[in-house]
């Protein structure tokens, strides 16, 4: 079947603009992963959704950044007022809910979206 | 808090031989998972291995074995046989099963494999 996909792969915009970056999960995966990866570091958490809602948003650096799934599948990480500092690729990651038949103790990953704030 | 640790920024290994890349973790959970993730310079994350906190063995997946020692807080991947396919960056991961599904990656080893 078909893994995680991102849409766009890149993403140019100016400093101070909104941007939109979509995540369409494997089908069936209840949990949805947001992670931020800078260069030449490991991906850094974000947020994690179980169905629609969010269960843990920790990892949001400030409120210009939100999440949401509506349906409980695709899943829109939205940032506003855009900083060069965010600047990144956006990976997202989507399993299945441990107790779901086929779970397995692994997150799948997208080929990400890389935004870059001029 | 949770910490992953990555000492090796990089690490070199000759094709065929055996290369063991270190991690270590820090979590006050009593139970946790941990994980490693290939990342080629496509920039695509591919799991590798999973190791439980309570699981009594060490995890093994064809090439890859992971050396869990609960003690010591570490939890290094060994990968016998190189191939030169293998060069990519290595990441390390833990997930506390206590509070929710927060995973934290370490900063990662970039493994070359020569032939």
């Known amino acids: 079947g078909a893994g995680v996909s991102q849409t766009p792969s890149n993403k140019v915009t100016e400093k101070g603009k909104y941007v939109e970056l979509r995540c369409d999960p494997i089908s069936g995966h209840t949990a949805l992963y947001w992670y931020r990866q800078s260069l030449g570091q490991g991906p850094e958490f974000l947020i994690y959704f179980q169905g629609t809602g969010a269960a843990d948003d920790s990892g949001l650096p400030n409120d210009r950044f939100f999440a949401v799934r509506p349906e409980g599948s695709v899943s829109t990480l939205k940032i506003q007022r855009t900083e060069r500092g965010d600047s990144a690729v956006y990976l997202c990651?989507?399993?299945?809910?441990?107790?779901?038949?086929?779970?397995?103790?692994?997150?799948?990953f997208g080929p990400g979206t890389r935004l870059l704030v001029l | 808090a949770q910490k992953i640790t990555q000492t090796q920024p990089g690490m070199f290994v000759q094709e065929k031989e055996a290369v063991t890349l270190d991690c270590t973790y820090d979590?006050?959970?009593?139970?946790?998972?941990l994980f490693w993730y290939k990342q080629p310079s496509s920039g695509e994350m591919i799991f590798l291995i999973y190791?439980?906190?309570?699981?009594?063995q060490n995890a093994t997946e064809g090439r890859y074995s992971l050396n869990f020692q609960k003690a010591r807080k570490s939890a290094n991947l060994v990968i016998s046989a190189s191939q030169l396919g293998d060069s990519a960056m290595y990441f390390c991961a833990m997930r506390g099963n206590t509070g929710g599904f927060k995973t934290i990656f370490g900063a990662g080893t970039r493994l070359f494999v020569k032939a």
């Open positions: 990651a989507s399993s299945l809910r441990p107790g779901q038949p086929g779970y397995q103790e692994t997150q799948y």
């Open positions: 979590t006050s959970d009593p139970s946790y998972g």
């Open positions: 190791q439980g906190s309570y699981d009594q």
